[in-house]
């Protein structure tokens, strides 16, 4: 059964930093397509920044420079280290494992299999 647990969520004033983290189970965790997407109140989940098994990362133009994701395949853990915060990037940020036929290359909810729970990031002025 897959799981996907996110934390390290939590408030923050702008400028500040937070570190997310999904530790992942159930599954081979490196060999998918793995990223962070968001939901802002009212709207679709957008994505933020995908990494794939060899590494290579595609961002968001919103948060280019500002957020980093990174993993540790021996911790089956995914990470999405988050600077310079603004409160435009309050939303409930989610973890998703991209279908296995999935080419890692765009940030498409539609090609996600598994989310996490989610875990809500709020950047105040």
């Known amino acids: 059964q897959v799981q996907l647990v996110e934390s390290g969520g939590g408030s923050v004033q702008a400028g500040g930093s937070l570190r997310l983290s999904c530790e992942a189970s159930?599954?081979?965790?490196?060999?998918?397509?793995m990223g962070w997407f968001r939901q802002f109140p009212g709207k679709e989940r957008e994505g933020v920044a995908i990494?794939?098994?060899?590494?290579?990362?595609s961002y968001a133009d919103s948060v280019k420079g500002r957020f980093t994701i990174s993993k540790d395949n021996a911790k089956n853990t995914l990470y999405l280290q988050m600077n310079s915060l603004k409160p435009e990037d309050t939303a409930m940020y989610y973890c998703?494992?991209?279908?296995?036929?999935?080419?890692?290359?765009?940030?498409?909810?539609?090609?996600?299999?598994?989310w996490g729970q989610g875990t809500q990031v709020t950047v105040s002025s």
């Open positions: 998703a494992r991209y279908l296995a036929r999935s080419v890692c290359k765009r940030l498409a909810s539609n090609d996600v299999a598994y």
């Open positions: 159930g599954y081979t965790y490196s060999s998918y397509c």
């Open positions: 990494i794939d098994k060899d590494g290579s990362t």
